[in-house]
């Protein structure tokens, strides 16, 4: 299993960025994805899951109602749409994914990483 993340860049505050993940592999469907980042000097922290029929998802407190996580299962593809960018969302952005349709906001618990993607917001 691969993950490809793409879509990070530099914005303005109050711009947007949507961020996209494609994994290969067989059965997307059965797996549950998220979103994690790491920003300079800090730990990877959560920022939004899914699961793996798109039923629930989950945000850390700090994006709710500015991120929008979603999944195109046809297209074997995770989205984060981030809305009302702030400075502190600064940070590498990594896309993850886990054998088991049920979410977790620990990273230790997904097996897949994709490769990091650099957002940068202005002030």
């Known amino acids: 299993v691969q993950l490809q993340a793409s879509g990070g860049g530099l914005v303005q505050a109050g711009g947007s960025l949507r961020l996209s993940c494609a994994l290969s592999g067989r059965a997307f469907g059965t797996y549950a994805l998220g979103w994690f980042r790491q920003a300079p000097g800090k730990q990877r922290e959560f920022v939004a899951g899914?699961?793996?029929?798109?039923?629930?998802?989950d945000y850390a407190n700090s994006v709710q109602g500015r991120f929008t996580i979603s999944r195109d299962n046809a297209k074997s593809t995770v989205y984060l749409q981030m809305n009302v960018l702030k400075p502190e969302d600064t940070a590498v952005y990594y896309c993850?994914?886990?054998?088991?349709?049920?979410?977790?906001?620990?990273?230790?618990?997904?097996?897949?990483w994709g490769q990091g993607t650099l957002v940068t917001v202005s002030s």
């Open positions: 899914i699961m793996g029929n798109a039923v629930a998802t």
């Open positions: 993850a994914a886990r054998m088991s349709t049920a979410l977790t906001v620990k990273a230790v618990n997904y097996e897949y």
